[in-house]
């Protein structure tokens, strides 16, 4: 028995052994090259049984696809038309339908895809597939193969229908808001777009004060009325229908069917003075009221208690109140000191707000005079002395108000509403950490192409940028 490593001797010293050799792995010779390589049943190593056997022999290299320029879709055989953005995984399902049968014809499987770069407007799109087949009693090869695809334009059904009669639509939605600023058909816009909610629509025009959306199909257009209900405040109108044809031998009627949709005039920021009604039967509500959330309601702020209501759309059409001043007319306030209310303190989904007393000054008195307003906000948790913050001046207003004049005689009314803080701009980047790049401002203003957006209004992009950031 050989000792151990480190057998300690009589005289105290230490023997080391050298390592013992470990079993070398099993290896064989190529046939063909004579490199050593892990034995296989075909006794050949990768680089010759490549050489030999190619399992893409018979792989269809090019192929050929149906692309539509209009609406975007791909024609899957035989009649139907699936929507896919370039290299996405829809349209990589679209390219490997078409070379399914053929690869499974020769025996290989399909182990990995991937999209190979080509230029767009190429009219070519190149796949990188990888080919898995077994050549022998266990020995299975793995080979590339890069199939291209032929992009051939034709017009879908419904698009060819509609190039051919503009006209031949079977339903339409009609969007309004009667409002005189855009900032809740803006905000439908983006919507609409990041849902892909209008994709059926054989076109979108614009029209006096909305939108119009034509459709092939009634289900078409009642889908996308579901959809503007849910997330917007709108008032659906009856549906109406109008006779284009009749077929007396087979009694069939061909109809065109009209909704209406109309948007709440009343948008985020808005400052809105409740009629007393309307006050009464929200629990004493106001009825100076500030809008800070629009969805599928209203949500009103009570600017003296910090109070938060939540006004549905069939409740606000039974008072249907329109706006005291909306958000064109805030102006600019520096905030010279603060002192917090802590004794109230409202919790609103995740946000804070905090009432506090704030002194404050017109950005344009300061030089011209000494005015000064002592004035109640919701506001305290984010506002300090010295910060600037937008709000509606009630000190000098002109409303054409009777509910306002009324109320005015008997109650006092502040002298301003703050409504949101200011942030200034440097560089394009707010300081609140916001970027504002001119790139992201176009590809966000361009909307459906129907609403034209003023890029020289800082204004109204401001407030569609934090629209879309809430």
């Not at 005039?265 to 006050?279: G, K, M, N, Q, Y």
């Not at 910090?306 to 001043?325: H, N, S, T, W």
């Not at 006092?412 to 001119?438: C, H, I, M, W």
Request: some cysteine; hydrophobic content about 40%.
């Amino acid at each position: 028995m050989l000792p151990s490593p480190q057998t300690p001797l009589p005289s105290g010293g230490t023997m080391f052994l050298p390592p013992q050799p470990q079993a070398a792995a099993c290896t064989s010779i190529c046939c063909t090259c004579g490199v050593s390589m892990p034995p296989n049943a075909a006794n050949t190593c990768a680089r010759c049984l490549r050489s030999h056997v190619d399992i893409t022999e018979g792989a269809p290299r090019h192929a050929a696809v149906v692309y539509c320029p209009l609406c975007s879709s791909y024609l899957q055989p035989p009649r139907s038309w699936l929507r896919a953005a370039p290299e996405s995984p829809e349209l990589m399902q679209i390219l490997l339908r078409r070379v399914h049968r053929p690869l499974a014809r020769l025996g290989v499987t399909l182990s990995a895809a991937e999209f190979v770069f080509t230029e767009p407007h190429s009219k070519r799109l190149k796949l990188r597939l990888r080919l898995r087949r077994e050549v022998l009693h266990g020995v299975t090869m793995e080979q590339a193969h890069v199939v291209e695809f032929t992009v051939h334009d034709r017009l879908c059904d419904g698009c060819g229908r509609a190039q051919a009669d503009p006209d031949q639509w079977a339903a339409v939605v009609q969007v309004r808001q009667r409002a005189s600023h855009r900032r809740t058909l803006l905000h439908l816009e983006q919507q609409l777009v990041r849902h892909a909610a209008a994709a059926a629509a054989l076109r979108v025009d614009a029209a006096s004060g909305g939108l119009d959306f034509f459709f092939a199909s009634r289900s078409h257009a009642a889908r996308l009325v579901e959809f503007v209900s849910s997330v917007a405040p709108a008032r659906v109108g009856t549906v109406a229908k109008q006779l284009v044809s009749h077929d007396t031998k087979s009694n069939t009627y061909n109809f065109r069917h009209t909704f209406a949709v109309e948007l709440s005039p009343i948008c985020r920021d808005d400052l809105v003075f409740l009629p007393r009604e309307a006050s009464r039967d929200l629990g004493g509500l106001g009825p100076l009221v500030l809008c800070v959330n629009v969805t599928n309601a209203l949500a009103l702020l009570d600017t003296s208690n910090a109070r938060v209501v939540v006004l549905g759309i069939k409740e606000y059409d039974r008072y249907k109140f329109e706006p005291l001043l909306i958000s064109r007319r805030l102006i600019e306030y520096v905030v010279l000191d603060i002192e917090l209310d802590r004794s109230r303190d409202v919790t609103m989904t995740g946000s804070r707000y905090m009432m506090a007393w704030a002194q404050v000054a017109r950005a344009s008195d300061l030089g011209k005079n000494n005015t000064i307003f002592t004035v109640k906000t919701h506001l305290g948790h984010r506002l300090n002395p010295g910060d600037h913050a937008f709000g509606y001046d009630l000190y000098g207003v002109n409303a054409n108000n009777q509910d306002l004049e009324q109320y005015g005689q008997s109650h006092q009314l502040p002298d301003a509403v703050l409504v949101k803080k200011s942030y200034k701009k440097e560089d394009g980047k707010l300081q609140d950490g916001r970027n504002r790049e001119s790139a992201e401002i176009e590809e966000i203003a361009m909307g459906l192409g129907c609403i034209d957006l003023n890029s020289s209004d800082e204004k109204e992009l401001d407030e569609l940028l934090e629209d879309l950031t809430l």
